[in-house]
């Protein structure tokens, strides 16, 4: 079964900063990682998917992949005390059945 | 608004109680997903439905049950439960789609069904 190991944290930064989110993964064969970001009481929701090699840019977000070594991180560019959350790293299944990192939690400070 | 509806938001049952919860969207998906999540951890899978069929049971005991009568419901019947699977139970649902690249990743999640056994 695909696994992927991630720092529970908490991850604190202070607002303004880059946030910098890790995961490494086992399975050599996995093609694509998926980030998803929960609030607390709320339900997990999509922010990031990346499937190639390098990096992928949307908004403050960035994807970085890097096959070779194992581990998928999601950098967030000047942090807002809004990006306060758990953020969950999984790797693509083959139905679509994720199966979920443990999360880091990261507090941004204002 | 979330597209994913689940019912009841709370449900509190004792051991020997038979309860359902229920999820429903309508955006066409063709895969919807069951999750469990307890406090501080990750969501768990439970169970997969790909074109109303069972396609993943992450060996899930039989006190719960699953149903998906039709592609826009998800039904999962509890029975015989144990205060430990007190959680959160998630319901999710995706495109349909084979692959880790395929859109079957991206799942809208609902709201959830909080679970107390007592």
């Known amino acids: 079964q695909k696994e992927v190991e991630q720092n529970s944290g908490p991850l604190s930064v202070p607002e303004g900063a880059i946030a910098s989110l890790n995961c490494t993964y086992s399975?050599?064969?996995?093609?694509?990682f998926f980030w998803y970001r929960q609030y607390s009481g709320k339900s997990p929701e999509l922010i990031m998917s990346?499937?190639?090699?390098g990096d992928k840019e949307d908004g403050r977000f960035t994807a970085q992949l890097n096959k070779a070594s194992q581990y998928v991180s999601l950098l967030i560019r000047d942090s807002q005390p809004s990006d306060s959350a758990t953020y969950l790293c999984?790797?693509?299944?083959?139905?679509?059945?994720?199966?979920f990192g443990k999360g880091t939690k990261l507090s941004v400070k204002p | 608004d979330t597209e994913v509806t689940q019912t009841p938001k709370h449900l509190v049952m004792g051991m020997t109680n038979k309860k359902s919860l229920k999820c429903e969207q309508h955006m066409g998906h063709r895969a919807m997903y069951w999750y469990k999540q307890k406090a501080k951890k990750p969501p768990e899978l439970m169970f997969v439905y790909s074109y109303e069929k069972l396609s993943i049971n992450e060996s899930v005991p039989s006190r719960f049950s699953p149903e998906c009568p039709n592609s826009s419901l998800l039904n999962l019947h509890l029975h015989a439960l144990q205060p430990e699977d007190s959680a959160l139970y998630l319901c999710?649902?995706?495109?349909?789609?084979?692959?880790?690249?395929?859109?079957?990743?991206?799942?809208?999640f609902g709201a959830g069904s909080r679970l107390t056994v007592l």
């Open positions: 399975d050599r064969g996995s093609q694509s």
């Open positions: 999710a649902s995706s495109q349909d789609g084979a692959g880790p690249l395929s859109g079957a990743n991206v799942l809208t």
């Open positions: 999984a790797p693509g299944g083959s139905q679509g059945n994720l199966i």
């Open positions: 990346i499937y190639s090699n």
